[in-house]
């Protein structure tokens, strides 16, 4: 086995320590000792399968089939550690934190490079090969030398370091054809598609909402998640920090009722939207039994504020158009997605 793939991270590496970790989390009763190598194969040490009612070639075969990641090398399972063996370190908090415990994969590798990417490099295709650990680039406008330099930087600010880069030119490269529908079931929700994939998709006024959002999580996500000292006034806007008297109405998928019953108490009411694939979906305007004029006028007043804190396409669109449509010098919409 190739192991040169152990010395670049993020590589084929962190599929393995995901699946191994989803593993260990899931049958803590065998006595786990952690996951090594010696410079030939994997090798994951339990001892004494035995007094968790199962063999090592039962815990080899549910291992493989229910844990290995296709298309990715698996450890073989022993009961005692080699000399030679060389412990591999689990994934960090940070690590963890960034892929919310999934495993790394191409669509993750893709959104991570594309939210990062300035904008005057798009469009463009990047492919990474685990033999030799090389980064492909592919961009429709010829990208100089020294341009390509800080682009290696952007890389390597995400952790891809060791690697080598390879800087192509195609004019003919087409847009991105990002299916949005096709995307959502398989997605996380919480993961934030990049706003380039979704030019052309939305209003223009909502995606430089979104990416407006996007930049600032991506420029303080590990903050927001590890730092005790983040207050709610390093993240919100003015106008959600400037509510006195206000209430929070959470209708992604739950009923509700007449807005009038909450602006009649509070000076302020902050909605989260419904999602349009939520169980028992009800359009905004009749769940709060208002009328379109009568919403953007309770915006225009500051009565009425948003947050969409998963993914753009699971909400109405057109609704946010027309919140945003009145809301330039006050904004009341906060796309609030970890990225």
Request: charged share 25%.
């Amino acid at each position: 086995m190739d192991m040169s793939f152990l010395n670049a991270p993020p590589s084929m590496i962190e599929n393995i320590k995901a699946s191994y970790e989803s593993f260990v989390l899931q049958h803590y009763r065998l006595d786990h000792v952690g996951l090594f190598h010696d410079n030939r194969m994997l090798y994951a040490v339990v001892k004494t399968p035995e007094a968790a009612g199962m063999s090592l070639r039962e815990v080899n075969e549910l291992y493989n089939h229910q844990y290995r990641t296709m298309g990715v090398p698996g450890p073989v399972f022993v009961e005692k550690e080699g000399e030679n063996f060389i412990k591999i370190s689990l994934r960090t908090p940070f690590e963890r934190i960034n892929l919310f415990g999934q495993s790394f994969n191409t669509s993750v590798f893709n959104n991570q490079i594309n939210k990062a990417m300035p904008l005057e490099r798009h469009p463009f295709h990047v492919r990474i090969n685990w033999a030799d650990n090389s980064f492909k680039f592919t961009f429709k406008n010829a990208v100089s030398e020294a341009d390509f330099q800080d682009i290696i930087l952007i890389c390597e600010g995400l952790g891809y370091y060791g690697y080598s880069y390879e800087n192509n030119t195609d004019h003919q490269l087409a847009e991105y054809d990002f299916n949005v529908e096709a995307t959502r079931k398989p997605s996380g929700n919480l993961t934030l598609i990049s706003g380039r994939y979704l030019k052309n998709k939305f209003p223009r006024s909502l995606l430089d909402k979104y990416e407006e959002d996007q930049e600032f999580w991506y420029q303080n996500k590990f903050s927001i998640f590890s730092d005790v000292s983040m207050t709610r006034e390093d993240c919100l806007p003015d106008a959600f920090k400037n509510a006195a008297n206000s209430c929070f109405v959470d209708a992604t998928v739950f009923q509700r009722n007449n807005i009038r019953e909450y602006i009649s108490l509070y000076d302020t009411v902050i909605i989260a939207l419904p999602i349009i694939d939520g169980p028992g979906y009800r359009d905004f305007y009749e769940t709060f039994q208002l009328k379109r004029t009568e919403l953007l006028e309770l915006v225009r007043r500051g009565r009425v504020k948003f947050v969409v804190y998963q993914n753009l396409h699971r909400y109405h669109s057109e609704l946010l158009a027309d919140v945003l449509s009145v809301d330039a010098l006050f904004p009341t919409v906060s796309c609030s997605f970890p990225a």
